[in-house]
């Protein structure tokens, strides 16, 4: 079955720096598109940074600088390293995994990751 379970998030002081993991099973990773979306409290759910299957990078523009997304089609994971944290930051986190075949839509949702930027 497909699984994707998240780690790595926690609290951290403004300025810091987190690296959440996303380990996969169950489905062939390599060609699938890897992302990260957040949601705060109140707001709706947002794309963060996304990866495709052949390395093409995508941020939204509030990150850009400060996080980066990667993977390891070898550990089917996939990371967002996150720099210069800011309160604005703080989120659940959730990583996604998504594929088109024809006109069949695969996506697959981590459980999450609390991220909690404060002094």
């Known amino acids: 079955q497909v699984q994707l379970v998240e780690s790595g998030g926690g609290l951290v002081q403004p300025g810091g720096s987190l690296r959440l993991s996303c380990a996969t099973s169950g489905f062939t990773f390599s060609s699938y598109a890897m992302s990260w979306y957040r949601q705060a409290p109140g707001k709706e759910r947002e794309l963060v940074a996304a990866?495709?299957?052949?390395?093409?990078?995508t941020n939204t523009d509030s990150v850009k600088g400060r996080f980066t997304i990667s993977r390891n089609n070898a550990k089917n994971t996939v990371y967002l390293q996150m720099n210069s944290l800011k309160p604005e930051d703080t989120a659940v986190y959730y990583c996604?995994?998504?594929?088109?075949?024809?006109?069949?839509?695969?996506?697959?949702w981590g459980q999450g990751t609390q991220v909690t930027v404060s002094s």
């Open positions: 996604n995994a998504a594929r088109k075949i024809y006109n069949l839509n695969y996506d697959y």
């Open positions: 990866i495709s299957s052949v390395g093409s990078i």
